[in-house]
């Protein structure tokens, strides 16, 4: 079988309130998945969506993991409907020319 691997840690977000799981590590599956080109429900193309997958399961792991004195370090997930690929952490990173808070 084929293991991903999501290193993650909590983080705040401007103008947002509560903590929030992100990835701060990313091994055999996407960071992102583009889904630029795909139809809509309302069939529609989509033209600017990019799913950052990487930190939506982080989100998720984090729940369950809590942010206290849970001591639960490792979330087993199945399911990930993504193949497996090489990726970067980089991948999640705006491009310093589309930062806003640089």
Same mark, same amino acid.
């Given at each position: 079988?084929?293991?991903?691997?999501? &290193? &993650?840690?909590?983080?705040?977000?401007?103008?947002?309130?509560?903590?929030?799981?992100?990835?701060?590590?990313?091994?055999?599956?996407?960071?992102?998945?583009?889904?630029?080109?795909?139809?809509?429900?309302?069939?529609? $193309?989509?033209?600017?969506?990019?799913?950052?997958?990487?930190?939506?399961?982080? #989100?998720? #792991?984090?729940?369950?993991?809590?942010? #206290? #004195?849970? $001591? *639960?370090?490792? &979330?087993?997930? *199945?399911?990930?409907?993504?193949?497996?690929? $090489?990726?970067?952490?980089?991948?999640?990173?705006?491009?310093?020319?589309?930062?806003?808070?640089?």
């Amino acid at each position: 079988k084929e293991l991903g691997v999501l &290193i &993650i840690d909590s983080h705040g977000r401007p103008w947002r309130n509560g903590t929030v799981g992100v990835t701060i590590g990313v091994s055999g599956l996407p960071a992102l998945v583009d889904l630029r080109g795909h139809e809509d429900l309302s069939g529609f $193309k989509l033209k600017v969506t990019t799913v950052g997958v990487a930190d939506e399961l982080a #989100a998720g #792991a984090s729940l369950l993991m809590g942010q #206290a #004195a849970e $001591k *639960t370090p490792i &979330i087993h997930v *199945t399911g990930f409907p993504y193949s497996s690929r $090489k990726s970067v952490l980089q991948e999640l990173i705006r491009p310093e020319e589309e930062d806003l808070f640089r």
